[in-house]
């Protein structure tokens, strides 16, 4: 029995980044390094193509899950690591291919290290025959159960079978940060996971109208972003006192339109923060067509407040598919959680689907809300959820 003593990482799309792969490759493995600093005894390995974790004698499993959270891995496999000597690669294929279940195989080599000797067909004829001669496995070139691979480098070779996915996407951090809507709804976290996916690191802004809204909704937020904290370990949230604006919206405006202009409203001041927070663009839960704020009238409408960018990851996901999503990323049982919501709390019975901006702006003419805004920004509650 031999045993794995090495998970090796592969970067998926990093690999097209031309020079600046280095730079991409580093931040990589300095998010590798965070996230694994409670395991004892792991050594990092950065080189030009993969990295590699030494085990040391610790337990592959928990590190491989803990790597599946870690944006930029598209996927990891559990490797065995031999001196590059055709009689070393022979034994060592043998001894890890007994271990798996199956009844075909096939070889694969990689040989990067041109001093090698044989080329990599030559090096496939030699250790195919040895599991031929010592085990009952047949070959299968097209659909192996087994598929075995030999990396032929410079500093070793490397053998392995087992490959396990990762979430792929950028290293967090290499894109910037984003100002993110986050509601305590289904959608805006699962927009937040696709925004860290991407390598973008986020910080989060919530309107609250306390005491329309309770101090759970900031609880559940918390929790939610306990959540997220696996893709980022620390997150801020922003919590921006929201009641006046409402309630000023409510008094001056007709009911059918309440919704457009309190969207309005929250733009703003995202906006006003993402300047402050040196974050170049806003990100939101919408999704085309959802409820009424999101037929494309209205979200042409509540748009037209900014010019900074947002983007919305969920814009074109069917419900199902963000639901589906929220349960992989862990946060469905905690959106779920019943809670009243700045936006179901006045939820006008008929809201408008086509707003018309310029009845918007008229709307908007009737009553002082800028000075409300800016008092509104002063008064943001900061957290952070999660440690460095
Ligand atoms: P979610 O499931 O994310 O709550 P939703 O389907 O309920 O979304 P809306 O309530 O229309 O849809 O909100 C659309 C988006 O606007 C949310 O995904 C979120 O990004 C943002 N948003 C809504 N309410 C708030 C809030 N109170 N604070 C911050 N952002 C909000
Ligand atoms: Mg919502």
């Known amino acids: ?64 899950e803990r790597l599946q959270d870690i944006s930029g891995i598209q996927a990891m496999s559990l490797v065995y690591k031999c001196e590059s000597d055709i009689e070393e690669i022979k034994k060592s294929s043998l001894e890890l291919i007994k271990q798996e279940e199956g009844k075909t195989f096939k070889v694969t080599c990689k040989r990067s290290n041109k001093k090698f000797p044989l080329v990599s067909d030559e090096i496939i004829r030699k250790v195919a025959p040895v599991i031929l001669r010592n085990t009952d496995l047949k070959v299968d070139v097209h659909n192996p159960d087994i598929l075995l691979s030999i990396e032929v480098r410079e500093e070793g070779t490397y053998i392995f079978v087992r490959t396990y996915p990762g979430i ?9 940060k984003s100002m993110h809507m986050l509601s305590g709804g289904i959608d805006s976290p699962v927009a937040a996971y696709l925004m860290m996916k991407r390598g973008v690191t986020i910080e989060c802004i919530h309107f609250a109208s306390p005491p329309y809204t ?39 405006v007709p009911e059918s339109y309440c919704i457009t202009l309190m969207r309005r409203m929250m733009f703003r001041l995202a906006s006003m923060l993402s300047l ?25 409408v509540i748009n037209e407040v900014t010019n900074v960018p947002v983007i919305r990851p969920c814009a074109t996901m069917d419900k199902l598919e963000i639901i589906a999503l929220s ?23 008929a809201p408008k689907t086509a707003p018309h901006l310029e009845e918007v702006k008229a709307f908007e003419e009737k009553f002082e809300w800028k000075s409300l805004l800016e008092e509104a920004i002063k ?8 440690d460095e």
């Not at 008064?379 to 999660?386: P, S």
């Open 276 to 300: 402050r927070r040196n974050c170049p663009v806003i990100s939101s839960g919408e999704s085309v067509g959802q409820v009424a704020s999101q037929t494309l009238q209205s979200i042409h």
């Open 214 to 252: 309770q101090e759970a909704v900031i609880y559940k937020l918390e929790d939610i972003l306990g959540k997220l904290n696996r893709y980022q370990q620390k997150i801020r949230l922003n919590i921006v006192p929201f009641t006046k604006i409402q309630e000023a919206i409510y008094d001056n």
């Open 168 to 176: 792929g996407g950028y290293p967090l951090g290499i894109a910037g």
């Open 379 to 386: 008064n943001v509650e900061v957290k952070y959820i999660g």
């Open 1 to 64: 029995m031999i045993t794995y003593d090495h998970i090796m990482i592969r970067f998926g799309e990093l690999s097209t980044k031309g020079k600046n792969k280095k730079q991409f490759i580093h931040l990589l493995y300095n998010n590798i390094r965070h996230a694994l600093k409670e395991f004892d005894g792991l050594v990092l390995e950065e080189r030009y193509d993969h990295i590699y974790i030494k085990l040391n004698g610790q337990d592959y499993e928990p590190v491989i």
């Open 327 to 349: 349960k992989k990323i862990d946060t469905y049982e905690i959106s779920i959680r019943p809670y009243e919501d700045c936006c179901t709390i006045f939820t006008p019975k």
